[in-house]
């Protein structure tokens, strides 16, 4: 009887859990320009993954090339200008 | 660049995000030693991440692996600990993935990634990504402004 419970509740957890990794996977795949149109029982998890990956990695791409730029607000010599059209920004 | 689609309160976590960071460039455009390029760029791109991670708060573990990472980054600094036995610290950390090409590298990606099971990894990496889409979105609508 114990065992016979045990044994359910067991494949029980494992059922729900993969549920929840399908579930997690398909709500990544919602995220991700390159695939989100896509039918999710067409698209593999390692798909989503793999296009994932892609995607923060060109996420990450932009961060560094947006700061390059920004930090050039950083270089004015006249401090008051760079700061200036920094409150500028927050205020608009 | 591409706009997507953000999580209903969105509006909030930019806002944080956006007073955190100018608030930080503020403090970087008085700091002496900023004459480099290289140096301008890093310490812009830190304080991004750094915003970013503190506006998410504590609550999400890639936030707080960023957190810990410049606090630690710091007090190396300070302490000034050779660059040869920061290398060796992080190749000694054990790691935790199923050996699947793709999971290993989302591991890597995700910051804190490498300790999280892989339900958590998939919802933090969730979370991430819709944070950086709005950091993006932030810091490329300050430098739009902020030019002539």
Sequence with gaps: MSSRRSRSRQSGASR???????????????????IRSRRSDKVS????????????????????DLSDRLSELLESTDSDSAQAAIIRSLLM | ???????????????????????????????????????RYRATRAAACVS???????????SRAVLRKIKRRRLLRQFRVSRKRRLIERTTNPRQNLGFGQEEDLRGLVPGGKGMD????LSETAHYITCLQAQVQVMADILHRSSP
């Design chain 1, 16 to 34: 729900i859990s993969d549920e929840q990794i399908v579930d997690l996977v398909s709500r990544l795949q919602q995220l991700i320009p390159e």
């Design chain 1, 45 to 64: 998890a390692s798909k989503v993954l793999q296009e994932t990956c892609n995607y923060i990695r060109s996420l990450h791409r932009e961060v560094d």
């Design chain 2, 1 to 39: 660049m591409t706009m997507n689609i953000l999580p209903p309160n969105s509006s909030a976590i930019k806002t944080r995000f956006a007073v955190k960071f100018i608030q930080a460039m503020k403090r970087l455009s008085k700091r002496r030693g900023m004459g480099d390029r290289y140096k």
């Design chain 2, 52 to 62: 970013m991670a503190s506006a998410v708060g504590p609550e999400w573990a890639w």
């Design chain 2, 118 to 121: 892989y339900c958590s990894l």
